[in-house]
């Protein structure tokens, strides 16, 4: 089945430093990928999503490229800001992401110092 | 934005009784609504997939008599956690969809955490 794998966390950054949460994933076919986003105390929210290959989705100063030759959605950022602090959530889609359910990776804890 | 409503957010009950969870399409109606399940420090599992007026597709290795899902409405879909054990603790996550050919995002729910003792 499908499945998604992402860095451990948690991770630490200093404010302004370089971004990257990596995550790769095995499906069939050709899934849709996303990364969500929560928040301390909030719900999930869609930073950025690619629906076929070589598609770079973006929001936000972050940024990821759907990679079919390597299965991977890496998340990038080139300067990291203490309100990016949050849990960040990879996932797929065997669809656009609306009919069928997301399969998601672990999460990854980003905490950034000032 | 879309706005998904989670209620209650947190509820602790004894072992052998029936936890109901809400969840509200607030300014939208949805067609489908997914019913997921986090364990700590894991990913979110989908348990099972509702569309309004008809029954819920339920994941592998999920119990139907277990976790009843009813979505009565475009805007309503509950979760009943029937004679619930500690084992069944956990958080519990809405999401729900506008439409789901038309290529749109979840809008995820704010989670419920559910403790049986």
């Known amino acids: 089945g499908d499945s998604v794998t992402q860095m451990e966390g948690p991770v630490t950054l200093s404010e302004e430093a370089f971004l990257t949460i990596n995550c790769t994933y095995t499906?069939?076919?050709?899934?849709?990928l996303f990364w969500y986003v929560q928040y301390p105390g909030e719900g999930l929210q869609l930073l950025l999503k690619?629906?076929?290959?070589?598609d770079k989705g973006s929001n936000k100063g972050f940024e990821a490229t759907y990679r079919k030759e390597t299965t991977s959605f890496h998340l990038e950022k080139g300067s990291v800001q203490v309100s990016d602090s949050a849990v960040y959530f990879c996932?797929?889609?065997?669809?656009?992401?609306?009919?069928?359910?997301?399969?998601f990776g672990k999460g990854t804890h980003l905490i950034i110092q000032p | 934005g879309a706005v998904v409503s989670q209620h209650p957010s947190w509820v602790i009950c004894k072992s052998g009784t029936s936890v109901k969870i809400e969840c509200r399409s607030l300014?939208?109606?949805?067609?489908?609504m997914f019913w997921y399940r986090q364990f700590p420090k894991q990913s979110l599992m989908l348990m099972a997939t509702?569309?309004?007026?008809?029954?819920?597709?339920?994941e592998q290795g999920v119990e139907k008599d277990k976790f009843l899902i009813n979505h009565a409405s475009l805007t309503l879909s509950t979760l009943t956690v029937t004679s619930a054990h500690p084992e069944d603790s956990s958080f519990y996550i809405c999401?729900?969809?506008?439409?789901?050919?038309?290529?749109?995002?979840?809008?995820f729910g704010d989670g419920t955490r559910l403790s049986i003792l």
């Open positions: 996932a797929l889609s065997d669809s656009g992401g609306g009919a069928d359910g997301l399969t």
């Open positions: 690619a629906t076929k290959a070589d």
């Open positions: 300014d939208f109606q949805a067609t489908t």
């Open positions: 499906a069939t076919g050709y899934p849709s």
């Open positions: 509702s569309n309004e007026g008809s029954k819920a597709t339920y």
């Open positions: 999401s729900a969809v506008t439409d789901e050919y038309s290529n749109q995002p979840q809008h």
